[in-house]
Each structure stands twice: as C-alpha cells, then as structure tokens.
C-alpha cells in the first residue's frame, strides 16, 4: 500500500511562491497528481506526473505558474509542486494522491491521498 505526506504549505502574498512536497513511502509504482479543495467549492485537479515516463499535466488554473516533478530514491519517492505567480484563489488545501498506472489529465481516478497542506495566498 501507498502511503502519502504533503508538506510545504504556508501563508504567502499574492505573487508569491510555494513548493509543496509529497512523500511517498510504501508501494511507489504510482503516478502521483496534485488536487485542491477550497472552501465551499469541489475538489479541483491540479496537477499530475506519470510514472512510466513523468509526463506532466496541468490544469488550465494553474497552467503556466505550477510545475510538478519527481526524485526518486530505492523506496521513497519525493514528488514536488512548485507554485509561482500564487494567486488568492489558489487559496486551497492541498493534497497528493496516488493514480494506478499513468496520468491521462488531471482528473484521473484518485486512490490514496494525505491529510493535506494548507496553502493561503493573501491580496
């Protein structure tokens, strides 16, 4: 089994930057994507890194400002969210999730996911 430990997120102004991290420990034979739920609104994919051939997708919202990369290691898998250009609706908790097999979006079918990081982007 997947296990999954964001870290990263924090307060920051308006035009600011954040990297987010994820661990992933366990089972690493997954892609790992990238949501975010804001208050009162869906969950929302944001970003996705397949494991095969780390090929990048990104949501139209964050295209352009956010790049997602991997480090892997013999059993542990570092997969990373560099967020540039942070805008107030950026304002989510965020979270990484484990995709059996590779990305074909953003969307794709979540099966395990941490408890999440909190990122604030103040005017």
């Known amino acids: 089994q997947v296990h999954l430990v964001e870290s990263g997120g924090g307060l920051v102004q308006s035009g600011g930057s954040l990297r987010l991290s994820c661990l992933v420990s366990?089972?690493?034979?997954?892609?790992i994507a990238w949501f975010r739920r804001a208050p009162g609104k869906e969950r929302e994919g944001v970003s996705c890194?397949?494991?095969?051939?780390?090929?990048?997708?990104?949501g139209d919202s964050v295209k352009g400002r956010f790049t997602i990369s991997r480090d892997n290691a013999k059993n542990t898998v570092y997969v990373y969210l560099q967020m540039n250009s942070l805008k107030p609706e950026d304002t989510a908790v965020y979270y990484c999730a484990s995709v059996w097999g590779d990305c074909h979006g953003v969307d794709d079918e979540w099966t395990y996911w941490g408890q999440g990081t909190q990122v604030t982007v103040s005017p």
């Open positions: 366990g089972d690493t034979r997954y892609s």
């Open positions: 890194i397949s494991i095969n051939d780390e090929r990048t997708f990104y």
